[in-house]
């Protein structure tokens, strides 16, 4: 479960969606990884590959192993959206519609993940 000070990392950074300027790369990469540490505990699995550039990328959800190559089932979006998803800032569907999330193949519609559990 995510601590006070990682819900309070990912409010900062997924406020600063709409301003101007460089956001901080390593408190960025700290609210990424303790996202998808959740995730992984949420969701164990191997059967989709969940990409944050630059940041981390991690495999979730239950199903078919993915070993080598391309993944069966890819989603890929930025890290101040990551974080407005796990603090129900913006939902999957807007994000999806905005051409924000990048979504392909089986069981790439995690909506069902987000927001993360207080």
Same mark, same amino acid.
């Given at each position: 479960?995510?601590?006070?000070? +990682?819900?309070?990392l /990912?409010?900062?950074?997924?406020? @600063?969606?709409? @301003? ?8 960025? #990469? ?17 059967s989709? +590959? ?10 979730? *959800?239950?199903?078919?192993?993915? #070993? ?7 989603v890929? /979006? ?5 974080? @407005?998803?796990? $603090? ?5 569907? +807007? ?5 924000? $999330?990048?979504?392909?193949?089986? #069981?790439?519609? /995690?909506?069902? /993940?987000?927001?993360?559990? *207080?």
């Amino acid at each position: 479960m995510l601590s006070p000070q +990682e819900r309070e990392l /990912l409010a900062s950074i997924a406020s @600063q969606a709409d @301003q101007v300027g460089e956001v901080d790369k390593e408190e960025t #990469r700290t609210a990424v990884k303790a996202i998808l540490r959740e995730l992984t505990e949420i969701a164990p699995g191997r059967s989709v +590959e969940l990409r944050i550039p630059p940041f981390a990328a991690t495999q979730i *959800i239950e199903g078919r192993t993915h #070993r080598r190559g391309t993944p069966a089932a890819v989603v890929e /979006l930025n890290a101040m959206s990551l974080c @407005q998803l796990a $603090i129900g800032q913006s939902t999957w569907s +807007e994000l999806v519609n905005q051409g924000v $999330i990048l979504a392909s193949g089986e #069981r790439s519609d /995690l909506s069902f /993940l987000f927001p993360l559990p *207080i």
